[in-house]
């Protein structure tokens, strides 16, 4: 069985400062992986996903995510956060199983950004 | 292109009491989803349909929940009675596949407290 692990519950940052949200998966097969963000009562969007090839993707609103797979890690970063970014974000890992697919989230990291 | 569409947006009702939520996915998709998020955790999910059969309910209560699918498009999900710790946001997502590789389309939740 697969599993997300987003060791910030939540991270205060300064406007236009950089930010890094963490996500570890542990997995016995190959995954798929996704960041979403969910604004305040609003549903979940896609951010970025990494299918394969180039391990840094790029995503909306200027964050990327680094996929390690040695590390087990798909970090989400941007180099300058603006105030619109306060959301909540979600690492989730997918894959095939018994020919569907299954989608299991992250606890979620609440990003705070400080004027 | 419509969005997911869900309905009623919040919902207060007592213990004991029944409640049902509607969800409308994207024209075309044939898999649907219902998650479960309750307050600083990440979608858990309930029951996943492929077109109107059901793929994954392994984490549906159902001595008190139950879900349909008819026609392979609109999903109503029921609680019925409904306990203190059902208090979450109930959020239906679609994908045109369900392929590992897909990405999910969220509706904006049904809010639920239950008093």
């Known amino acids: 069985a697969q599993s997300v692990t987003q060791l910030d519950s939540q991270v205060p940052v300064f406007e236009e400062a950089p930010v890094e949200l963490r996500c570890n998966y542990s997995?016995?097969?190959?995954?798929?992986l996704f960041w979403y963000v969910q604004y305040p009562n609003q549903g979940l969007q896609l951010l970025l996903k990494?299918?394969?090839?180039?391990?840094l993707v790029k995503g909306i609103n200027g964050f990327e995510a680094e996929f390690n797979k040695s590390q087990t890690s798909f970090h989400l970063r941007k180099p300058s956060v603006h105030i619109s970014d306060t959301a909540e974000y979600f690492c989730?890992?997918?894959?095939?199983?018994?020919?569907?697919?299954?989608?299991?989230f992250g606890t979620g990291t609440k990003l705070q950004v400080i004027p | 292109e419509a969005g997911v569409a869900q309905s009623p947006r919040y919902k207060i009702i007592e213990k004991r009491q029944s409640v049902a939520f509607w969800c409308n996915p994207i024209?075309?998709?044939?898999?649907l989803y219902w998650y479960q998020q309750i307050l600083g955790q990440g979608p858990k999910l309930l029951i996943q349909?492929?077109?109107?059969?059901?793929?994954?309910d392994s984490q549906l209560p159902k001595d008190r929940f139950s879900a349909e699918r008819l026609k392979g498009v609109d999903s109503t999900l029921k609680i019925q009675p409904a306990k203190l710790e059902d208090s979450a946001v109930y959020l239906c997502?679609?994908?045109?596949?369900?392929?590992?590789?897909?990405?999910?389309?969220f509706g904006e939740g049904s809010r639920l407290t239950v008093l």
């Open positions: 989730a890992v997918s894959l095939g199983s018994g020919g569907y697919q299954k989608v299991t």
């Open positions: 024209s075309g998709h044939a898999t």
């Open positions: 990494y299918l394969s090839g180039s391990t």
């Open positions: 349909f492929q077109n109107n059969g059901v793929v994954d």
């Open positions: 997502a679609s994908s045109f596949r369900g392929a590992p590789s897909g990405e999910l389309f």
């Open positions: 997995s016995s097969v190959s995954v798929y």
